[in-house]
């Protein structure tokens, strides 16, 4: 009996389904690079934490009241009696981690990044599964605006480096200490006479997380919300100069932008500036990243007193839309540079050989093992997307040279095995400035 994949997670592989070219492999590969190439310019480093953590940590940061920790936690509790949980998003265990190592220190910003599963237990829709996958960037040790503005330009620029259009920057400031304060009592104030048309979600949320009813999505929360006072009417001066720098940098860079006075994000953690990105091409569901400043978490975790800030994309809805402006099949693969093709048995050891000498130098290479007649072979190693050719017999052997066939042009060209490795290096070195 064939044992079903679970509901709302997924297999990537080199070819799926028709109609699943967002799980092909090639796709994830080439987000994961970007993603890497992205990071390198921006001089991050890479962090990989655990996929669960003790639950605790995730209830003090991400918040209890939120959808997260309320709903969506996949929490179990192992055989020494604790409580532990998959991670739902990513900063609370790289906070954790840089305590746990030691690695915050007053000297210098750390920058970060991770990809990774993260994992919720919702109902399964387009860009939304329970096993999900993140790229995100943490900085710490830096207050200024400047850093705010740099992030958004950094996430932007990584759906520019993909290719991805349409897409909305939406900005906002949460403010800190008695300023958001007053703003809690007055928004409280607004909706208490209006308290019974709520959604149930927002009801419940009033007295212990207010602010998070912005973030309701719910169509009778969005009428009343419509005429909802401002938290940004009531920033300090600080944190006011705060957010007019950022987007005054943003819109010095080209970046385009707008304001959104509801935008509160998901988790408990944020103050001061917060973001999302969204796409025109997505559906209800169309926040494809987004992130915000956290100064105060990592105190709150046991770590010193140091600001933080950081965004997380969600891949799997990266993929959605990079589809939206571009085919799978224009997407670039990793090339197949050299296929080998022995004969028979006989060859093999000796294609082998001339493998190794060709992946020494970084050339990728395939032999096949399947000694079919030439014709199939060749069909398979076409549709494999392979650049050259080399065609194995007892000839090539015994003189040790080898036709080398260019399957795009049908160009040969006999070659010395000696010289086989730094002619092919040329070649495809060649081959691929002019693509």
Known sequence: MTIPIPTG???????????????????????????????????????????????????????DD???????????????????????????????????????????????FYLGPMFRYERPQAGRVRQHHQFGVEVFGVAGPEQDAELVEMLVTFYKMLGITDLTVHLNSLGTGSARHVFVEAFKEFLRPQLGALSEDSRKRFEKNPLRILDS???????????????????????????????????????????????????????????????GKLGAQNTVGGGGRYDSLVKELGGPDMPGIGFATGLERV????????????IPKNPLHIALLPMSEKEVRYAMNVASRLREVGLSCFIDFSFKKLKNTLSRVVDMQAQYVIVIGETEIQTNRLEVKRLLTGEKKIVALEALSSFLQQAVNIQNESI
């Not at 932008?257 to 999302?276: A, S």
Request: hydrophobic share 35%; aromatic share 8%; proline share 5%.
């Open 319 to 330: 993929i959605h839309t990079l589809l939206k402006s571009r085919t799978a099949a224009e």
């Open 66 to 112: 939120t959808d997260i920790v309320s709903k969506e936690m996949y929490t179990f509790e192992d055989r020494g009696g604790r409580s532990l949980s998959l991670r739902p998003e990513g900063t609370a265990g790289v906070i954790r981690a840089l305590i746990t190592e030691r690695m915050l220190h007053s000297s210098g910003p750390t920058r970060l």
């Open 9 to 63: 997670v997924f297999d990537i592989v080199p070819k799926p389904h028709h109609g699943d070219e967002w799980r092909s492999s090639h796709l994830w590969s080439f987000v994961d690079s970007m993603a890497r190439r992205l990071a390198e310019l921006y001089a991050c480093q890479e962090i990989r934490t655990p996929i669960f953590e003790r639950t605790e940590l995730f209830s003090r940061s991400v918040g």
């Open 217 to 279: 999505k719910a169509p009778e929360d969005q009428a009343i919300l419509e005429n909802a006072p401002s938290i940004l009417d009531f920033l300090g001066a600080e944190d006011k100069a705060h957010f007019e720098i950022v987007q005054s940098i943003l819109s010095n860079q080209g970046v385009s932008f707008e304001v959104n006075p509801h935008l509160v994000r998901g988790l408990d953690y944020y103050q001061k500036t917060v973001f999302e990105i969204t796409s």
